[in-house]
């Protein structure tokens, strides 16, 4: 079956701690972006990348970090510098000038 | 810039209740619009989409026309059911293929 991936589907984290979440793709896209999700409000975009080896920030960017070394992954992590990072996740995938599909969220609790 | 904005909710309709949320867009140019679902906890899933002007999308049962002349994307449905209950995005994606989605609308079905 072909899909997104996303894990943990719940992670803590500790104060001062950078914490990754994982995003993996089989459906073949070249692009993958990342959202933030708040209670009552829409998704905001952290970073995106179009190709491999390459990304960019998005509307919200400070804070975390991406990478994009294979065309199935883009994995994010929530630096320390992340003050305020308790939020919904969402990963998304598409074929360049096609729909975004999603994954199923990981959502970020701070201990 | 480019904007989606959408009628606030919760909306609550009783089961077989006739559907109708509101969104309005700003965008340069035509933009292919969406209709997302969220289904408590999990990720987006598309619902619906239409690319030009004058389209009209449907799934489910759901339905949404393009309108130009009035930057719409209403989305209807006839008969509404329990398991209708999410949260509706309204989204646009810009000629850079980002998307811009709107704050969301939940809907709450009462049987």
């Known amino acids: 079956d072909g899909g997104i991936t996303q894990s943990p589907k719940y992670l803590f984290r500790k104060e001062g701690q950078n914490v990754t979440l994982s995003c993996e793709q089989n459906l073949n896209h070249d692009a993958m972006y990342w959202y933030r999700q708040d209670p009552g409000q829409g998704l905001r975009l952290i970073y995106y990348?179009?190709?491999?080896?390459?990304?960019q920030k998005g509307d919200i960017a400070e804070g975390y970090s991406v990478s994009r070394e294979k065309k199935e992954s883009f994995p994010l992590t929530v630096t320390s510098a992340q003050k305020n990072p308790t939020a919904f996740y969402l990963c998304a995938s598409s074929i360049r000038e096609e729909t975004q599909y999603f994954g199923p969220g990981t959502r970020l609790l701070v201990l | 810039g480019n904007s989606v904005t959408q009628m606030e909710g919760p909306v609550t309709l009783s089961e077989e209740a006739f559907l109708t949320i509101n969104c309005t867009y700003t965008a340069t140019g035509y933009p292919s619009l969406f209709w997302y679902v969220q289904y408590p906890g999990e990720g987006l899933q598309l619902l619906l989409k239409a690319t030009k002007a004058d389209d009209k999308g449907s799934n489910k049962g759901f339905e949404a026309t393009y309108r130009k002349e009035t930057t719409s994307f209403h989305l209807e449905k006839g008969s509404v059911q329990v398991s209708d209950s999410a949260v509706y995005f309204c989204?646009?994606?810009?000629?850079?293929?980002?998307?811009?989605f709107g704050k969301g609308t939940r809907l709450h079905i009462l049987p």
């Open positions: 990348s179009q190709i491999v080896n390459d990304f």
């Open positions: 989204a646009l994606r810009r000629r850079d293929d980002k998307i811009i």
